[in-house]
């Protein structure tokens, strides 16, 4: 990441209303675990997150149909709209790029397929994974990526 970024407002994705969003589940651990990946991986800077916890994030799964009080899945927002579930995931990765672009293949599995699996695991996250008393706190480098 460039430094000087979270320092320059004009370089800064958080004030371009284009960039994607993705809303997850801040206290549950696969979820930070995802988000920790996507901010590695996602060269460009391109994605900006907010925090199912948060306020915009509440406002966000509200005004995209989602129960902001009990999520079973993550939000992305992006130029053509909200997405859920394994449609995101594929979105996010062939969005990255690099050999993540590969993820656009589990479109040939039909998406109650792919959804019915991510349900599950969505319905179990904190039991197998774990959770946290409080939303994750992002680094002095990423907090800019960051809704409040």
């Known amino acids: 990441m ?3 970024q979270s320092h320059n407002p004009s370089n800064n994705p958080a004030n371009n209303p284009t960039n994607p969003v993705i809303v997850f589940d801040g206290v549950c651990l696969l979820c ?3 988000v920790k ?3 590695r ?3 460009k800077e391109q994605f900006l997150f907010a ?3 948060s306020e915009a994030g509440k406002q966000l799964l509200i005004n995209h149909g989602l129960n902001a009080d009990d999520p079973m899945s993550f939000l992305l927002l992006d130029e053509q709209g909200g997405h859920t579930d394994t ?4 979105r996010i990765l062939t969005r990255i790029g690099s050999v993540w672009k590969i993820a656009v293949v ?3 599995i039909p998406a109650i397929a792919r959804d019915a699996a991510y349900r599950v695991i969505a319905r179990n996250r904190y039991r197998w994974f774990g959770k946290r008393d409080s939303c994750m706190v992002p680094t002095e ?3 800019w990526r960051f809704i409040q």
């Open 41 to 43: 991986h996602d060269t």
């Open 141 to 143: 480098e990423t907090a």
């Open 87 to 90: 449609d995101a995931i594929i």
């Open 37 to 39: 990946f996507i901010l």
């Open 106 to 108: 589990l479109r040939v």
């Open 2 to 4: 460039l430094a000087n």
């Open 51 to 53: 925090a199912m916890q």
């Open 32 to 34: 930070n675990g995802w």
